[in-house]
């Protein structure tokens, strides 16, 4: 087995080397890291300007209704629309004209914006929103209910339910079901995807020693099952690299950004605006009131860290050691499909039960996906964050070990009778054959 | 004892039997041609003796000893399709081949040194394999097969896609292989190079081994008795002989004379030294190439009628 670090060594720095490898590893962190700075750099531009809008109000009712705050300012004006919109023609400040022309409650089209510009959406929603919460007081109102302020407040509370996880010893954690989800759903599609990726590089891998004729002489060096696990083992360690660069990129170009921005943003804010970004809508608020920093130390990062590098191992051991073998079988890389495609079908279900699964981690469905060895490396990952027994997880990767090194020995040896197999198109019945040879 | 023995080897593939029982004995320091046509088994032979594949039955032995995986580091095998990495660096790549035959990089270094001055092809060494021409490409072929001085030396048509004057100086390099004591077989199309280059051949038609042993002996048996004889003066029939040809040829007359009664040669050639002088005298024996072909299409024949 000496020479296999030969051949790790070779699939190792040819890849490593290549531009388009260096390219996807030093551009994705910035990626990622734009993704997570833009936002609030963005929300931090927006806050500066202010937006004037001229209200001609004829039914002299909704004074209340529209109130000023730091972006929205009115400027109720009693003038005809025709002379405003000549005195002001030049007044930048001035975002748009609003008429109202007749009570809203009888004729709600009777509001209308005016405007030198298209006027923006988030300005038109807002007004909208200030002028339907102001009717639905006033219909409320209308019923002459006594107390109704008190009522009307009252049910204006936003509830807002905080989840709280037992650990083992009982003791209360304060976690984010939202959060799990987000951090189970990274995992579980950066799993997806590395499977994906590097499985087909070590089937192009190999049909590309076979087209070349190259294998002949490496297989009068070395025994073909050590050429395979060579350039599996070596493929798995280019993923390896270009997973810890992202990471690692990532965090510094955020440290940097944080020290490049540290007048404007603070760090919290970065973390927040970061969660919000992923998240959907509904949960915002609720993230809002829940302490952050609490909640991630409720997870336990190293922990998820290792099952994560676990399973990408096993999960990338057992596809790829089965691309190997579909790679061997073929002569070129457009006869693949037939082989490829049942193979990549499992995986791509995976990942259709971790979306699922993110939602129910503790359904029947996503409990036998992870422990199915072709789903659980996908599936387990949007479990892990919310907790999973013990025993589910080492039965989990035990059927995953076991799984890999039997596809590794089937592989091998189709994988062993593949490679020196030319110009014949291969069936599954002859794959079927090769394992006996 | 020979170097390697191939015993009663058979290899069957799905439906196609690619061996049938076939057997050969190759003796140390010498060259011996596995010949045969297109499909005939040569390849899966080389590759069991590779190690690439093993043989249903029959073994293969090495000094007397089974051959195992372990021994291939002693042998230098020249596909017949040959391959490189395309992207990968000449010199980086024969460095990798060397090492993956087990010499220390030092070693590889070292030797790869001496054979890209000897090829003067030092130029090469950073250069990609895709920008070499195809003949290029054989030569670095060659070195990294050789670089680490196997014992055994298996060439699969070594001469394809050289020009003339590479074949040669590769036949140059073979024969001195040789010189130093490395065993060759050498599989080929090209029967001009066997009779130059080898002292034993197996013939393999249809997985099998129809005709075997040494080359000379193997011509001899073929021989149809011609000779040629060139004479002072014309040469007639006479009782052991009869003229075939005769031309005339400056200061002398050429004539193919046929034996038509069996006898020593003397026997013959006294007979003609009655008639006129003798200048010269040669057994015409038939070439490899007509061997081949009399033998593949004679057995194919008998296959048919049978």
């Known amino acids: 087995m000496s020479k296999i670090h030969l051949i790790i060594q070779r699939e190792y720095t040819t890849r490593v080397m290549k531009r388009s490898f260096i390219l996807l590893t030093f551009l994705t962190p910035l990626f990622f890291a734009a993704m997570i700075i833009l936002p609030v750099w963005m929300s931090t531009l927006k806050d500066e300007k202010e937006k004037h809008i001229l209200v001609i109000d004829q039914t002299h009712q909704y004074i209340n209704a529209l109130k000023s705050n730091n972006t929205y300012i009115f400027d109720f004006i009693d003038q005809p629309l025709n002379q405003v919109r000549k005195t002001h023609k030049k007044d930048k400040k001035i975002a748009a004209i609003l008429l109202i022309t007749d009570d809203l409650l009888k004729n709600p089209a009777a509001a209308t914006l005016y405007s030198e510009e298209q006027v923006n959406l988030e300005t038109k929603s807002y007004i909208e929103g200030l ?50 989800l987000i951090i189970g759903m990274i995992s579980a599609f950066i799993i997806y995807m590395f499977i994906l990726t590097y499985g087909s590089q070590v089937m192009s891998g190999v049909i590309q020693e076979k087209t070349n004729r190259v294998v002949e002489i490496i297989v009068s060096s070395v025994k073909p099952f050590e050429l395979m696990l ?14 810890f660069l992202w990471i690692i990129l990532t965090f510094v170009l955020l440290f940097v950004a944080q020290f ?44 998820i860290g290792i099952y994560f590098l676990i399973y990408f191992l096993g999960g990338y051991l057992l596809y790829a050691s089965l691309f190997a073998a579909v790679g061997s079988a073929v002569d070129n890389e457009t006869d693949t499909q037939q082989f490829s495609f049942p193979l990549t079908l499992p995986i791509i279900f995976a990942l259709f039960v971790a979306i699922y699964g993110a939602q129910n981690p503790d359904s029947s469905l996503t409990f036998w996906c992870s422990l199915i060895p072709f789903t659980s490396p996908v599936v387990m990952m949007v479990r892990l964050p919310y907790g999973v027994a013990v025993w589910e997880i080492v039965l989990s990767l035990a059927i995953l070990i076991l799984s890999f090194i039997a596809t590794t020995w089937v592989a091998g040896k189709i994988y062993r009778t593949g490679i020196l197999m030319y110009g014949k198109k291969t069936s599954w019945k002859e794959l079927w054959k090769w394992l006996n040879y | 004892m020979p170097f390697l023995e191939v015993k009663n080897v058979v290899k069957q593939y799905a439906e196609h039997l690619a061996l049938n029982n076939v057997s050969l004995d190759v003796p140390e320091n010498t060259i011996y041609g596995l010949l045969g046509p297109n499909g005939a088994g040569k390849t899966t032979l080389i590759r069991i003796i590779n190690c690439m594949t093993a043989p249903d039955s029959g073994t293969v032995l090495l000094n007397g000893k089974p051959l ?47 054979w890209f001055q000897k090829f003067e092809i030092q130029s090469w060494w950073n250069k990609k394999v895709e920008e070499l021409s195809k003949g290029m490409a054989q030569k670095v072929q060659f070195i990294i097969t050789i670089l680490h001085e196997p014992k055994l030396l298996i060439f699969d048509e070594p001469f394809s896609g050289f020009d003339p004057v590479n074949t040669d100086l590769l036949k140059q390099e073979i024969l001195h292989l040789k010189e130093q004591g490395a065993t060759i077989i050498f599989s080929t199309h090209n029967m001009a190079s066997v009779e130059e280059l080898c002292e034993n051949i197996s013939l393999i038609h249809r997985s099998k081994i129809v005709l075997q042993g040494n080359v000379a002996e193997i011509r001899a048996s073929f021989s149809n ?71 593949v299409s004679g057995h194919s024949k008998n296959s048919i009628e049978n």
């Open chain 1, 131 to 180: 002028l339907n919460e102001y009717l639905r007081e006033q219909k409320l109102a209308s019923y002459n209910i006594p107390d109704l302020d008190k009522i009307i407040q009252d049910s204006n509370s936003k509830i807002n339910i905080s989840t709280i996880r037992w650990d083992e010893e009982g003791k209360e954690k304060q976690s984010s079901a939202e959060l799990a």
């Open chain 1, 230 to 243: 060579g350039k599996i083992i070596g493929i798995a360690l280019v993923g390896l690299t270009q997973f």
């Open chain 1, 260 to 303: 490049f921005f540290s007048n404007q943003i603070d760090m919290s804010m970065l973390q927040q605006t970061n969660q919000m970004a992923a998240m959907p809508a509904a949960s915002m608020e609720n993230m809002g009131n829940t302490n952050i920093l609490v909640v991630l130390q409720s997870f336990d990062f190293v922990q």
């Open chain 2, 68 to 114: 195992t995986f372990e021994d291939v580091r002693h042998i230098g095998y020249l596909p017949e399709e040959r391959g490189l990495y395309k992207k990968m660096k000449v010199g980086e790549q024969a460095l990798y081949f060397a090492q993956l035959k087990g010499m220390s990089r030092h070693d590889a270094l070292k030797a790869l040194k001496y």
């Open chain 2, 225 to 295: 008795k011609t000779f040629k004889v060139i004479t002072r003066e014309p040469v007639l029939d006479g009782h052991y002989f009869e003229l075939v040809h005769q031309t005339r040829k400056n200061g002398g007359v050429e004539s193919i004379i046929k034996k038509v009664e069996a006898c020593n040669n003397n026997i013959l050639l006294s007979e003609i030294l009655q008639q006129t002088e003798i200048l010269a005298f040669e057994e015409l024996l038939p070439s490899m190439n007509d061997i081949f072909i009399e033998t």
